[in-house]
């Protein structure tokens, strides 16, 4: 069964950094980017960046240029998203999707709220 | 980059068709036929329901399909049904190397 599974809810201060974890099954891991894309509370979706999971390259979304880091474990099949220098507008849910131009899987994981409070 | 344009809202009544829109530049949704459309319920993940501009994934009902003419991409929902109602989502590739997503239009079922 092709599915993405993430880490459970975070809460954290502003100041601090949250790592996200989405382990993929059912396909050939290495063949696929992995994007995160995050949904603030009542907003739209944000595409924040992919890695590929098999050289670790990465393209970040300006936005987040110097605060998010994507990372990726070959063998355990995981992706990490760690976002560092939290505010509470980084408050949302964020979720780690495979889609593509061409022939990918398209698959969404189940999203990790992430709540930045003090 | 900016995101895609879409309207905030788009109303119909069950058997209706509707369409909604998706506005970009020469620079995402008129460079290539990467575009997908997804479908959110309140607390849920998004679903594909169109991607590549016009291909339906397994699964998604025959009423949806996707069209594209220059820089702005539509979804058509033919034989609006209750189920429908929800938030409905564009992106598109960039020339860029990057994605970019619509801000995103409530559908309504009357």
Known sequence: QVQLVQSGAEVKKPGASVKVSCKASGYTFTSYYMHWVRQAPGQGLEWMGRINPNSGSTTYTQRFQGRVTMTRDTSTRTVYMELSSLRTEDTAVYYCASFCGGDCPRIWGQGTMVTVSS | ?110
Request: aromatic share 10%.
């Open chain 2, 1 to 110: 980059q900016s995101a895609l344009t879409q309207p905030a809202s788009v109303s119909g009544s069950p058997g209706q068709s509707i369409t909604l829109s998706c506005t970009g530049t020469s620079s995402d949704v008129g460079a290539y036929d990467y575009v997908s459309w997804y479908q959110q319920h309140p607390g849920k993940a998004p679903k594909f329901m169109i991607y590549d501009v016009t291909n339906r994934p397994s699964g998604v009902s025959n009423r949806f399909s996707g069209s594209k003419s220059g820089n702005t991409a539509s979804l058509t929902i033919s034989g609006l049904q209750a189920e429908d109602e929800g938030n409905y989502y564009c992106s598109s590739y960039t020339t860029s190397s990057t994605w970019v997503f619509g801000g995103g239009t409530k559908l309504t079922v009357l």
